[in-house]
């Protein structure tokens, strides 16, 4: 008997401890576990935006900060997003069917040059938790990407990222292409990555630098809560 007494049975756990275990378990990059804690709370009668929000989300959100303190590694940090990814794969046609609301389409890629993509897939997956429709352009992004993807799906903000300090630069090209074409009034500009901050981005002429996916997410609010305003106060 001794020997199952560490063996945490999922289904027995209230929501209370459940969630928290969630955590732990996407800390750990346990797939298996949060998808079985994924389809527990929605058997509960958790809402999809809920169970993305309580459960996932904010699990990543402590894998983020023990990135950033340097308790994990790049390694534990992609095993933890792919079990995030795991649960949100169940939780993506629910938001559809449920109508979670849309707040605004973000086009998002790691620029020219850089192979980097685990602080923009964290970006996606938050900003996708709080609402907004994603369109990850993936790594290594000449400016003609972003701008063709910009215009063909008409999206609101443009989300790069670099972590390297060679390719930062390549962000000021992206933005002056927007310049150069007349097209960069029509949407907001977020940057981030490790080695940039607020000064590189005014330097660049970005509407705003995030430090973090959860400060990502709140600037994009406050932008298309603005936009919304404008938008009502011209009509």
Request: aromatic share 6%; charged share 25%.
């Amino acid at each position: 008997m001794a020997e199952d007494d560490d063996e945490i049975i999922l289904s027995e756990l209230s929501d209370e401890e459940l969630v928290p275990q969630m955590h732990d378990d996407l800390y750990d990059g346990l797939r298996d576990e949060v998808v079985e804690g994924v389809n527990i709370l929605l058997g509960r009668g958790w809402t999809p935006y809920d169970v993305l929000t309580k459960a996932l989300v904010e699990g990543m959100r402590i894998v983020g900060i023990d990135f950033r303190d340097g308790i994990l590694f790049v390694p534990e940090v992609l095993l933890a997003a792919n079990s995030m990814k795991a649960g949100m794969a169940i939780l993506k046609p629910l938001l559809a069917e449920t109508g979670a609301p849309r707040l605004g389409k973000m086009v998002i890629g790691t620029v020219k040059g850089d192979i980097h993509d685990i602080g923009k897939n964290l970006v996606s997956m938050m900003m996708e938790g709080a609402g907004f429709e994603i369109v990850d352009l993936g790594i290594n992004n000449p400016a003609d990407s972003y701008l063709d993807a910009l215009e063909r799906e008409d999206a609101d903000i443009l989300g790069m990222s670099a972590l390297l300090t060679t390719t930062m630069p390549y962000m000021k090209v992206v933005i002056d292409t927007l310049k150069e074409r007349g097209l960069r009034d029509h949407y907001v500009v977020m940057v981030g990555g490790a080695p940039l901050n607020e000064e590189f981005s005014k330097a660049i002429g970005a509407d705003a630098y995030c430090r973090d996916a959860a400060v990502a997410v709140e600037t994009a609010k406050q932008f298309m809560a603005r936009k919304h305003n404008q938008l009502a106060g011209a009509r």
